[in-house]
């Protein structure tokens, strides 16, 4: 069932710690993404959403603390083993080869199980013809779940930034991974395009566990199963969102700061758009 919470976790991190020098970025964390479950990462700005999304993906070592993918101890990983492994990502910074075709930038993602590389067949190995037509099969059906299989040849940098958002999430699905990891994936959508976007992390979460990591209420609201909360690095809340959207300390957290006059304007967890905090800091 998903968002089930009896089953293993796909990815749990257990009490983890990261500090930069004097700034503890994350204090104690700990967090599940079960089988088929979206779970939403939320919280004001500088709660340490990004350094978790990090971990994560294994750009940021835990000072203290594990994270385990599948039950398996992967603290410390480089984030191509954990990619290896079967964890994906899809970040703000697309990282597309915008000389390329879209066909040919998810080729580049199709690595993870290819016999004969995308890059390998280049150099024309003898097993490259057989391995590069499934890869490209597999590489279209992907496309075509994503509805942009007609955008297949044209080349990535013509394309517009919601098809481009698109190609990325094409590239990290074609590895076909047990875990989506989706930093602000709504950033700089329309509201039509977050609610196509909605439709495809709920499609996407048939088969593949997502942790997402998103400022747009309506988006998290909408799509995930759980959601986590954090403020000043540390998890205020985990629960459904309805649960989430209703607990005290969710609301003193993203209305605490909030300064007079703009009482009226502060959107409240699971209401509106962008969420932002004002008069705080963690100096
Ligand atoms: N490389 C770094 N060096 C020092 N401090 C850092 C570093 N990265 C993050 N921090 C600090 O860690 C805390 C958490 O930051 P983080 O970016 O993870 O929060 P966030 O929830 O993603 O914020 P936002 O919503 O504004 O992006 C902040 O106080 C931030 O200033």
Known sequence: MPGSTTSQPVLAMNEVVVRFGGVVALDGVSLQVHPREVLGVI?????????LFNVACGFVRPTEGRLLFDGEDVTG??????????????????????????????LVGADRHARTSFLGSLFAAPTATKDERA??????????RLGIEDHAGDIVGSLPYPLR???????????????MLLDEPASGLSESEMSELGDIIVDLAQDVSVMLVEHHMDLVMRVCQRLTVLDFGRVIATGSPDDVRDDPAVLEAYLGGVVEDDASDEPTPGTTGETTRKGSSRA
């Open 43 to 51: 919280g004001p700005n500088g709660a340490g959403k990004t350094t």
């Open 77 to 106: 990983w480089q984030p191509h083993h954990l990619v290896d492994h079967g964890v994906a990502r899809s970040l703000q910074g697309l990282g597309l080869f915008g000389r390329l075709s879209v066909l040919d930038n998810v």
């Open 135 to 144: 890869l490209r099969d597999r590489a279209m059906a992907v496309l075509q």
């Open 165 to 179: 958002k698109r190609v990325s999430l094409a590239r990290a699905l074609v590895a076909e991974p047990r875990l």
